[in-house]
């Protein structure tokens, strides 16, 4: 199993960007979905976004048109483009393998990177 090193948060004033990445351990070629969740104080792990190899992607209807997931095989990254950010994007930001497009995650979890969106 691969382990998951994300990178990549931060402090944004509202209607900044983010990128965020995901480091897997070893080839994420053959692990066919992969996605990112987040957890906000005091609430449950969303998942915000997934994407298959063959580049077929879902967002949460919170983010659609505002973050972009993505994925280099090459070098067994994920990554999540960030843009409008609002101030309840706050969270701690995770990637995990997924059993589909829509969940569940099947991997263990990593440290998580930390996006706080306030001016």
């Known amino acids: 199993q691969v382990q998951l090193v994300e990178s990549g948060g931060g402090l944004v004033q509202p209607g900044g960007s983010l990128r965020l990445s995901c480091a897997a351990s070893?080839?994420?070629?053959?692990?066919?979905?992969m996605g990112w969740y987040r957890q906000a104080p005091g609430k449950e792990r969303e998942l915000v976004a997934g994407i298959t190899t063959a580049g077929s992607t879902k967002y949460a209807d919170s983010v659609k048109g505002r973050f972009t997931i993505s994925r280099d095989n090459g070098k067994n990254t994920v990554y999540l483009q960030m843009n409008s950010l609002k101030p309840e994007d706050t969270a701690v930001y995770y990637c995990?393998?997924?059993?589909?497009?829509?969940?569940?995650?099947?991997?263990?979890w990593g440290q998580g990177t930390h996006v706080t969106v306030s001016s």
């Open positions: 995990n393998q997924l059993w589909t497009l829509v969940g569940p995650a099947e991997g263990s």
């Open positions: 070893g080839s994420i070629f053959s692990i066919n979905v």
